[in-house]
């Protein structure tokens, strides 16, 4: 199945995600600066459920304004790069753990951060996804995603037979994935959180090709009391 190829190939590039992304780059970083500020003040003060870790780039944000962050991946790979950065070990836990069984990962939460995860989400799984990250978190809680904005050769036209968009990565190994990368329209986001009770925004900043979705649960409606 595509999902389980997308752990394989992401486990694979564990150790040069982030020169791949830019993240080793100062003058890169700088421009997703508007993003990481964002971050910060969503997760300030919260107790954070961070899906689809990674090597922790977007955790060590997380981590300086939060109570604590409980940053997961499924792939022990990731997590070993997470490692070596300098987190704040009082405030952070790196845990593997499957972002489709939310409910297996122990801890109360009052905030979700995401990044360059929810583009990867099958739509057959999406709304079983969502309606588990909803039943994580308190009433009134934001849940953050943010992921890529196309660039000049994203789009590929190529869809699986349910139609997620499809892209072909290689590694340098010359092995090769199949992935799948949503490029999603408001009206797409919209139609996605439409049966779910709580407030929704987005934001695009196409000067670092991101955009940010923040759900804020309904008061009462969180899946923690």
């Not at 997703?32 to 689809?52: K, N, W, Y």
Request: proline share 4%.
């Amino acid at each position: 199945m595509i999902i389980e190829e997308m752990q394989r190939y992401y486990g694979q590039r564990a150790s040069v995600y982030d020169s791949s992304m830019g993240y080793d780059d100062e003058a890169k970083v700088r421009v997703l600066l508007p993003i990481i500020e964002r971050v910060r003040s969503a997760m300030r003060g919260r107790q954070v459920l961070e899906i689809a870790c990674g090597p922790g780039f977007w955790t060590q944000f997380a981590a300086e304004t939060a109570v604590s962050v409980t940053a997961t991946d499924y792939n022990p790979s990731t997590l070993d790069e997470a490692r070596k950065k300098r987190l704040p070990l009082d405030r952070v836990t790196l845990l593997q753990a499957d972002a489709y069984r939310l409910d297996l990962i122990p801890g109360v939460f009052d905030a979700i951060l995401a990044v360059d995860w929810l583009a990867h989400v099958p739509l057959s799984r999406m709304e079983g996804f969502l309606a588990g990250a909803i039943r994580r978190v308190r009433s009134g809680s934001p849940i953050v995603f943010i992921d890529q904005l196309p660039g000049e050769h994203s789009v590929t036209g190529v869809f699986d037979d349910e139609g997620n968009p499809i892209q072909e990565r290689r590694l340098s190994d010359g092995s090769s994935f199949r992935v799948i990368k949503h490029f999603l329209s408001d009206a797409q986001i919209e139609a996605l959180f439409s049966g779910l009770a709580g407030e929704l925004s987005i934001q695009r900043f196409p000067e670092c090709r991101r955009v940010m979705v923040m759900f804020v649960t309904r008061e009462g409606e969180g899946g923690v009391s």
